[in-house]
C-alpha cells in the first residue's frame, strides 16, 4: 500500500479501465473491478475515497450499483463514465447522487480534474459534519444551567418540542437565555444537520430587512445591482432563528405570516413564489400582547407564532439557580482566560444573591468574569473584588480597558459594551433624555437605540 487515497475503477471494457488508470496512478492507489457484482463484493471489505462507475454494463449496471452505494449510506463519491449517448441516464445518476459524470473518450485534464474535485468535496463535507456535530452537542439543554423548577419546565419543553417542526416563540427578559435555547431546538431536532440562520429584527433597518429574509431579483430596487438569495432560502430544510421579532415592521410582519401559512416565498421583484421547508423559530424581549394592543404587533402573526411559547424566567425568580450559574460561569472563565482555579466567598455569593439582576444571565456571567480578571492573586474571591458599579453607579470604560483587552485580562465584548454604555448614557444625559435627538446624535435610529439600551440595561426616563 502506498497510503495513497483508493480510486475504484469499474467498466466492462479493459480498455477504458486500463485508460483511466493509467491517468490516475500517478496520484492515487488505483483498483480495477470489470462488473458491477464484483465492485458491488469489493466495496464491502473496502472504503475507497473515490469511484468511477460505467452506465452501461451487462448484469448489475452503473446506476444499480450507485444505488447499492447510497443505500449503504455510504458518503463515497462517484463519477459516472458514460458513452455520449447515454449522457440522459448520467443526469438520472446525479439525481441519484453522483457527484458528476464524464463521457467518453474522455479528456485527461478533465478526468484528473474531476477526480481531485471529487476528493475535496468529499473531504469538505466530512469536516462540515465533523465540525457541525461538535457544535450541535455543545447546545444541548443538558448543558444549560437551571435546577429550578421554572427552567426544569422550560428544559421539558424544549425537548418534548424540538424533535417537531412546529413554530416556537421564545419569550424573556434581555440575557435569559433565549438564544441558547434556539440553538437547542434547533440541535435536538431532525434539522440538527442543516443550517441554522439567525436574523436580528433589530439590528437590521427595516427597508433592508424584507430583502434579507426574502432576497430580490436583480435591479427591483435602486441598489439592488445584483440577485441576492434571502435567508428563508439559505435555511432551506433547516431553521431560521428570527430574534427580536417585536421589532418587526407591520407590514414586514404581515408578509411573515404569509410565508408561515404558504410555506413559500416571494422575492422583492420576483415573479413567482419559491417553494421552502423551513422551521421558524422565533425570539422577543417584549411582551407582544401588549404590543398587539398598541396596535405595533399582528394578532394574526402572534397566534401563528405562538403554537409553543417557551418563558424564559427572569434570574431574579429562580435564586436557586444563581450559585449553579455561579460555579458554572466561573469554571468556564478560569478556563478560557487560562487563570488559576478559583472559588467565590460565602458572603460574596450571598451579596450576589441579593442583586436583582436585571441583565440575568448575561450580567452574571459578564460580572463573574470582570470579577475574575480583576480579582487579585489569591483562592478565594471577596466581596470587594466584585465590580464597583453592582453596588454604585454604572460602569465607564477607563482608559486601561484597551490595554486590558489587549492583555487578555478582558474580553472584547465586555469592553465594547461598556463602551457602548458610557456613550448612550452621555448622549442621553446631552440630549436631556430625548431618545429620539441622542439617536440622531449617535447616527441611528430611535428604534435601535431603543434596542440596545433595553439590551446594556439601561433605564432612562421618556423625555
Ligand atoms: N441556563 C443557562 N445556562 C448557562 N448559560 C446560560 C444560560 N442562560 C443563558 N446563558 C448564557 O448567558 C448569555 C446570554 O444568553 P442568550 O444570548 O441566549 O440570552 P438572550 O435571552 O438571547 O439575550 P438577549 O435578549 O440580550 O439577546 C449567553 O452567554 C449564554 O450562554
Ligand atoms: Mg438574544
Known sequence: MTGKPVVLI????????????????????????????????????NSPALAFLDI????????????????????????????????????????????DYITKPFDVDELR????????????????????????????????????????????????????KTTVLISGE????????????????????????????????????????????????????AKKIGQFEIADKGTLFLDEIGEMSPSLQAKLL??????????????????????????????????????????DLFYRLNVVTVTLPPLRD??????????????????????????LGQDTVEQLLGYPWPGNVRELENVIERTLVLAPDCDEIGVNSLPPDMTAGPSTAGPGTRQMVLDGRKSLDLAVDEFEKDIIEEALSRARHNQTRAARTLGTTRRILKYRMDKLGIEQPEA
Open 258 to 299: 404569509r410565508v408561515l401559512e404558504e410555506g413559500e416565498i416571494m422575492r422583492v421583484g420576483g415573479s413567482g413564489p419559491l417553494q421552502v421547508d423551513v422551521r421558524v423559530v422565533a425570539a422577543t424581549h417584549r411582551d407582544l400582547r401588549k404590543l398587539i394592543e398598541e396596535g405595533t404587533f399582528r394578532a
Open 318 to 343: 429562580r435564586p436557586e439557580d444563581i450559585p449553579l450559574l455561579i460555579r458554572h460561569f466561573v469554571e468556564k472563565k478560569t478556563k478560557e482566560h487560562g487563570l488559576p482555579p478559583r472559588t
Open 113 to 164: 480534474m474531476v477526480a481531485s474535485r471529487a476528493i475535496k468535496n468529499a473531504d469538505l463535507l466530512r469536516e462540515v459534519d465533523q465540525l457541525r456535530s461538535e457544535v450541535g452537542s455543545q447546545y444541548s439543554v443538558d448543558n444549560m444551567i437551571g435546577e429550578s423548577s421554572l427552567m426544569q419546565d422550560v428544559f421539558n419543553t424544549v425537548g418534548r418540542v424540538a424533535p417537531l
Open 56 to 99: 452501461l454494463m451487462p448484469g448489475i449496471d452503473g446506476l444499480e450499483v450507485l444505488e447499492h452505494i447510497r443505500e449503504g449510506d455510504s458518503e463515497l463519491p462517484v463519477v459516472m463514465l458514460t458513452a455520449t449517448k447515454t449522457v440522459r441516464t448520467a443526469v438520472k445518476a446525479m439525481k441519484l447522487g453522483a457527484f
Open 10 to 45: 469499474v467498466d466492462d471494457e479493459a480498455g477504458v479501465r486500463e485508460s483511466v488508470r493509467m491517468v490516475l496512478k500517478d496520484d492515487w492507489e488505483t483498483v480495477t473491478q470489470p462488473c458491477g457484482e464484483d465492485a458491488i463484493e469489493w466495496l464491502k471489505e
Open 174 to 225: 434581555s440575557g435569559t437565555g433565549k438564544e441558547l435555547i434556539a440553538k437547542a431546538i434547533h440541535y435536538n431536532s431532525p434539522r440538527a444537520s442543516e443550517t441554522l440562520v439567525t436574523i436580528n429584527c433589530a439590528a437590521i433597518p427595516d427597508n433592508l430587512l424584507e430583502s434579507e429574509l426574502f432576497g430580490h431579483e436583480k435591479g427591483s430596487f435602486t441598489d439592488a445591482s
